[in-house]
DNA sequence: GGAAATTGTTGTCATGAGCAACAATATCGG
DNA sequence: CCGATATTGTTGCTCATGACAACAATTTCC
């Protein structure tokens, strides 16, 4: 293993490199390198740094259609089951039906979704997606696709799948 | 395995169970089961989830005290490394100086953190916890370590050392 | 038929990320 | 040593998201 140089040059750009950052903080903290200290037992902390990171490549991915994760979930939810009402999308995605209305509004005045009214329940809306969100959805899960490869191959195939298995049925 | 009974009754308060949710929307969908599409096979939406659900807990957890995860973190890195500048803590959290000016700002106004002037640095400011924030850190600690016993025992304590281990080192 | 619940909607508030700009100060390169 | 360039803390904005409360219309329960 090659030891990284100590020597911490400031790059072209005069950015500080996060080694010389965490050298100067250690050396301020009488050699104890710095660190996140109790934070580094805390699952939920880690959980929230993937999920940012994860996330923000998946807006980075899909930044070309214009798609971001929630809509994206929305889309899904829509174009796989038929006939679901608002309430519906908003349980299986646990969001709040507040938050639905304004994300299809959003989605409905893009020309992607469209609120129809329930025959049997005049209170409802029957989700559906018009042609083009057929054709936004599309190209939305060959994007969505790729983040994804690139998550697998980044954790280990194995390991890729054995977290989502472990997440799926998760709730405190 | 005792099967589930089909029959959805309405609760006492008249809340739609899940179950019968996803009945009626699988009736709605000639026969296949409503459920989250592709979306099922994205790690990124499970993180959210999960990290949510965390999250939710943490929060009810340190209600008493009103410190939220943010808020915790930053007591937690000033307090396990001397002489740390905003820069410094800003960088450890993963979050924008400018974020962590406001955080500071309200910590410091309920008296639990200091700004210091450097003494090698005139740009820069010393963080450091009061006597108050040391006390308001203690109890978080109590409180957060009770938070992640409860993950941990939801998890299986096996599985839960796993996930961070497999977490710590994640950036896309 | 009346009480109670659900559905979609609107409004409001708080948290958080991200960006741009700024003055003061420090560092780099010649 | 000096000027160009970076960094530091700060402020101001915009946007996405979560959480709650209230509401009218409608449905369901008893």
Redesign the interface.
């Known amino acids: 293993m090659a030891e990284r140089s100590p020597v911490h040059k400031r790059g072209p750009n005069g950015a500080l490199p996060?080694g010389a950052?965490v050298a100067?903080?250690t050396r301020?903290?009488?050699g104890?390198p710095?660190?996140?200290?109790?934070?580094?037992?805390?699952?939920?902390?880690?959980?929230?740094?993937?999920?940012?990171?994860?996330?923000?490549?998946?807006i980075r991915t899909l930044a070309s259609i214009d798609i971001r994760?929630a809509q994206y979930?929305v889309l899904?939810?829509i174009?796989?089951?038929?006939?679901?009402s608002q309430?519906?999308v908003a349980?299986?995605?646990?969001i709040e039906r507040a938050r639905l209305v304004r994300l299809l509004d959003r989605l409905e005045k893009r020309g992607l979704t469209q609120r129809l009214p329930s025959p049997t329940d005049r209170r409802s809306h029957v989700l559906k997606l018009t042609p083009a969100g057929q054709q936004t959805l599309k190209r939305a899960?060959a994007l969505?696709a790729a983040?994804?490869s690139?998550?697998a191959e980044?954790?280990g195939p194995a390991?890729?799948r054995m977290?989502?298995e472990?997440?799926?049925d998760?709730?405190?």
Do not use: W
């Open positions: 996060a950052r100067a903080a301020r903290n009488g104890r710095a660190g996140l200290g109790v934070l580094e037992g805390h699952l939920g902390y880690y959980l929230r740094r993937a999920q940012v990171s994860v996330f923000q490549d998946f994760p979930s899904i939810v174009g796989s089951n038929a006939k679901l309430a519906d349980h299986l995605l646990g899960k969505a983040h994804e690139r998550l980044r954790l390991h890729h977290m989502i472990a997440l799926r998760f709730e405190l």
